[in-house]
């Protein structure tokens, strides 16, 4: 595990029935990991989670006090299954309340009494809770505690996300230096083993491909201590080569 003992850590929560009867394919997951992971956070876990309260709660209780944050996408639109907001007050013991910023900007938008109602749903946060800023124009997300509740919508989620750049405590940035080569896993699984015992502090894992009719392997070093990624990289390589096979040094942070 990439320096743990000072790593800032992160859960995702996917909420929406849609992604797991696979209606709506999740790409929010993607860039959460990746914005965050270049802020010194790292995503430790993850859960895709359906729009039931009493699932919403005891998940959020239960992970909110393991991870240093949680991030949740979904469920605070206008409709009667968007019900985030509700079970995050529910999860904290507090109340729900229409914050009056986010209903001023509902309002800007003029609409019939009853489109207008069914769009003050997204002013309800818990009391208590700060706003994430939507610079999409939209409804705000909000934040409690270390919980921030952001929209399921990926470009929405995107500025959410982008309006807490400097807000959030950070760790080591973790980096990562690949190695290709073209061989099964197996015949490097013992070396590779014997590479990561001797080295705790980095996280040493292989990912085979079937490339130009040919199996391979990537063998992908992560860790926030970039001299020891090329040094173990070159332990690596040297495993590689004791096999019989050529290694291909990608370097740092490469698109393996």
């Known amino acids: 595990m990439p320096n743990a003992q000072n790593a800032v850590t992160a859960c995702v929560l996917i909420i929406g029935n849609e992604i797991l009867s696979g209606r709506t394919q999740d790409i929010n997951l993607n860039h959460i990991a990746k914005t965050l992971g270049n802020w010194g956070i790292q995503i430790k876990h993850c859960r895709v989670i359906p729009d039931v309260e009493a699932i919403i709660v005891d998940?959020?209780?239960?992970?909110?006090?393991?991870?240093?944050?949680?991030?949740?996408?979904?469920?605070?639109?206008p409709t009667h299954d968007d019900i985030t907001a509700v079970c995050i007050a529910k999860a904290f013991g507090v109340e729900i309340i229409e914050h009056p910023d986010i209903a001023v900007r509902i309002r800007k938008r003029p609409a019939p009494d009853d489109i207008m109602a069914s769009r003050l749903l997204m002013a309800r946060v818990p009391k208590g809770a700060t706003l994430i800023d939507n610079p999409s124009g939209g409804p705000q997300g909000f934040a409690m505690e270390n919980v921030h509740v952001m929209a399921g919508i990926p470009s929405v989620m995107q500025a959410m996300l982008s309006t807490l750049e400097g807000q959030l405590k950070s760790g080591p940035i973790i980096r990562s230096h690949t190695v290709r080569a073209f061989t099964g896993e197996s015949s490097i699984a013992d070396a590779l083993a014997k590479i990561q015992q001797?080295?705790?502090?980095?996280?040493?894992?292989?990912?085979?491909?079937?490339?130009?009719?040919?199996?391979?392997?990537?063998?992908v070093i992560r860790g926030a201590d970039i001299d020891q990624l090329q040094q173990i990289a070159k332990l690596v390589m040297a495993a590689v080569t004791a096999i019989g096979e050529t290694p291909e040094d990608l370097g740092l942070d490469a698109d393996s």
Do not use: A, C, K, Q
């Open 198 to 219: 001797e080295h705790p502090d980095s996280d040493v894992g292989s990912y085979p491909f079937f490339r130009d009719e040919r199996y391979g392997t990537n063998l």
């Open 59 to 77: 998940t959020v209780n239960e992970v909110r006090g393991e991870f240093d944050y949680v991030f949740t996408t979904g469920g605070i639109g």
